[in-house]
């Protein structure tokens, strides 16, 4: 293979590597944010999860006030039942009948309550089922990424070590003044920085080299820019394989 091929050829794996390299770099920043994306998910769902559990705690202790308070005046019922068949006055008796009378009615209002309070708490429970299976869940997606993070990150760090090792090695081939011109279009251009020419066309802007230019490129002496888009240039046909690319 000639110096120009090899040169050529280790253009193309710097390109390939230094977009291997973007990639991985992106991963690597990725993955942490990702997780902490799904633990403020699985926080704003534990938040809400307190608020409905907080919500049933006041809805249990008005439900036990109102059947303490139910039951003490039943209790009270019956004592007053007991001692009815026992006056003998008329005047006390209505009196009895009376606040017998109150007592139930009163009861009977906080049998309605109890049953208002129970339609309550049912709905409240199954909203914290509801949220108590999303909270699993979410659980469960956090864990398995932090467990997978450990070793997505270690894994990227040896690939990238492996990619800058390649790298250094495709620069040794490549003249300092091409590697300069690499490195400024790699800055200044969207990827890619060195394409090849298919059919006279540039396939990084898709514009006609010149016949004398192309001409010259066919002849695979030299490293040339489209004059159009600057890019690096190969004529494909010295690579069939990596037209592709
Ligand atoms: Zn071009």
Redesign the pocket.
């Known amino acids: 293979m000639s110096l120009y091929m090899k040169q050529i050829e280790q253009l193309v794996t710097l390109q390939r590597v230094d977009d291997e390299i973007v990639k991985l770099e992106q991963t690597l920043e990725a993955t942490p944010k990702e997780l902490a994306r799904l633990e403020e998910k699985l926080q704003t769902l534990l938040d809400q999860e307190q608020k409905i559990k907080d919500h049933i705690d006041i809805l249990e202790k008005q439900k036990s006030k109102l059947e303490t308070d139910i039951e003490a005046d039943n209790s009270k019922i019956k004592k007053s039942k007991n001692k009815l068949m026992m006056v003998e006055n008329t005047k006390e008796y209505h009196a009895m009948l009376r606040e017998m009378d109150n007592l139930e009615k009163t009861n009977r209002m906080r049998e309605e309550e109890l049953a208002s309070l129970a339609e309550d708490l049912q709905t409240q429970n199954n909203l914290l089922q509801g949220v108590n299976e999303q909270v699993e869940k979410m659980r469960a997606q956090v864990e398995d990424k932090r467990e997978h993070m450990q070793s997505e990150l270690k894994e990227a760090d040896q690939q990238l070590s492996g990619l800058h090792d390649q790298r250094e090695n495709a620069k040794e081939v490549v003249p300092t003044p091409i590697l300069k011109r690499y490195e400024f279009i790699r800055s200044r251009l969207n990827n890619p920085v060195i394409?090849p020419v298919a059919e006279g066309i540039?396939?990084?802007?898709?514009?006609s080299?010149p016949p004398q230019k192309f001409n010259e490129l066919q002849r695979g002496e030299q490293i040339f820019n489209?004059?159009?888009?600057?890019?690096l240039?190969y004529w494909e046909e010295h690579f069939p394989k990596n037209g592709d690319q």
């Not at 489209?226 to 890019?231: A, K, V, Y």
């Open positions: 394409v540039c396939c990084g802007c898709n514009i080299i489209c004059p159009n888009c600057q890019r240039i």
